[in-house]
């Protein structure tokens, strides 16, 4: 399995930035994928969740309305969509895969929201 982050970056209070993730090493049309973050000091947190169609998603009530996660099962890459970027949501964003029982996460890519 690997999976790796790109897209993250500094940007501006009110900025946008699309994260994307490409897997390999699994059948990725076959699993749900899941972005989550770390804020410095901060505990790990789920961001959202995409079924392995893309039809469902879920998202925790405090990340509800800024993000939208997608993916392309043609290219084996899920997306993170951020818009209207708080201060409050600079980290490192992971994308992860629970299978069969275990946790995959990528290295990460850095989002800095700052002016």
């Known amino acids: 399995v690997q999976l790796v982050e790109s897209g993250g970056g500094l940007v501006q209070p009110g900025g946008s930035l699309r994260l994307s993730c490409a897997a390999s090493?699994?059948?990725?049309?076959?699993?749900?994928m899941s972005w989550y973050r770390q804020p410095p000091g901060k505990e790990r947190e789920l961001v959202a969740v995409?079924?392995?169609?893309?039809?469902?998603?879920q998202y925790p009530d405090s990340m509800k309305g800024r993000f939208t996660i997608s993916r392309d099962n043609a290219k084996n890459t899920v997306y993170l969509q951020m818009n209207s970027l708080k201060s409050e949501d600079t980290g490192v964003y992971y994308c992860?895969?629970?299978?069969?029982?275990?946790?995959?996460w990528g290295k990460g890519t850095l989002v800095t929201v700052s002016s």
């Open positions: 090493g699994f059948t990725f049309s076959s699993v749900a």
């Open positions: 995409i079924g392995s169609t893309g039809s469902i998603t």
């Open positions: 992860n895969l629970k299978r069969f029982g275990l946790n995959y």
